[in-house]
């Protein structure tokens, strides 16, 4: 498998539904419309005749399940994940949903984001007596959960209470679910109901429309919701400030282009954020091409501004992802070219816009230079969709470490030589805000700690240090 054909891994993805007859059915539907948050686990879990089964495994949703699996997966309520592995690491046991057995009946948990104080209270609750048989953060809250007295509403909260950091959570008991969102809104969580009546939640709001289900809210930063029997309570589980900070990247990057957050539509932002960087980094070409396939919205936007022609200018083959056979060291090398194809009929003696979503490493952006100019192209503009990357993120994505970010050590003009461009440029702060919020009835804010350093937790025994 080709591992750095993306420059930037997604988050993870949680669904779950409530009293209907076929939970685990919808369940894997939803999960494979998230499957652009995570590929490497999935995993559903059932509640039925008070008791809760789970079955999980590595690879694609369609890997993990098949029909045979589903229908043995009897019951009225279930949640599920696709995991892309941030904190821990990979490992069947790290897939979720993880599943508690206590003295007061079971429990099931799944989790997009990262808890950032996960080490402290980890070595906190061991030296408690608590024995973790996974290196997940989620793992956390259920040994803190599971450490408080009263009713179990009050014990979620009171151990939510000691969480800092990124994370939509659902909490799934034999008769009853939770919702969580943390209290800076970082990651999405949205609410649906199907026509039954029955309760839906999911990351994305494109998991409700394939299983049918409608649009209700999104779930509040700091907000826990709770559904049982057939009715939906609501309460904030902290008294902290609450802060409406949603990941820039979810709109950036990591959401459909067909989800809603926070009441806006993913690809109307991305196709606005070209039109922006066009007003910002306006360069005379003849084709603008986008690359497959979070850019293609930015590309269409960066047209209509302009007025320069979009083109299908790179193929993308949707089967590379997972194999068998090993590719020579030489195909890996060059693995982009298993993943991207330049159409040179499109790009040949042209001048060519290429729009990406953004850089990290460097590496794939200079292969598809590369690949543009092998094919024909006598120049290629390169224009990002987002700031330069210049910082690490602690909320569940995979860029750690200063070393691995490219904008963190090079300008602009150093990225766009080593890069093999004519000229780079990225949509400013202040741009990619704009695209955002367009709706003026649009008033959360933005997290971009990895454009500017600005983060809204303390990163406690994160080891991050600004050279």
Known sequence: MINDLKEIHEECGVFGVFQHPNAANLCYYGLHALQHRGQEGAGILVANDHKLSIHKGEGLVTEVFNSEKIHQMNGIHAIGHVRYSTAGGGGIMNVQPLLFRTMVGDMGICHNGNIVNANVLKAELEEQGSIFSSSSDTEILGHLIKRQKGHMIDRICASLEKLDGAFAFLILLEDRLYAVRDRYGLRPLAIGQLPN???????????????????????????????????????LYTKQPIHDKICAMEYVYFSRPD??????????????????????????????????????????????????????GLIKNKYVGRTFIQPTQELRNQGVRMKLSAVSSIVNQKRVIMIDDSIVRGTTSKRIVTLLKEAGATEVHVRIASPAIKYPCFYGVDTSTLDELISHKMTT????????????????????????????????DLCMACFNRKYVTPLYDNDFQDD
């Open 197 to 235: 009546g029955a309760y839906v939640f999911a990351s994305e709001t494109c998991a409700l429309d394939i299983v049918g289900a409608k649009f209700l809210r999104d779930v509040e930063p700091g907000e826990i919701v709770r559904v049982k029997g057939n009715q939906l309570l609501s309460r």
């Open 413 to 444: 003009q150093e990225l766009c030589t080593y890069i093999g461009a004519d000229s780079l440029a990225f949509i400013s702060e202040e741009g990619l805000q704009k695209s955002i919020h367009f709706k003026k009835e649009h008033t959360c």
């Open 259 to 312: 989800s809603i957050l926070d009441g806006i539509n993913v690809h109307t932002t991305r196709k606005n954020a070209g039109k922006q960087l066009y007003l910002e980094s306006p360069v005379d070409a003849d084709i603008v091409i986008g690359v497959p396939d979070s850019s293609i919205s930015a590309a269409i936007g960066y047209s209509e501004a302009s007025h320069i022609p979009y083109e299908m």
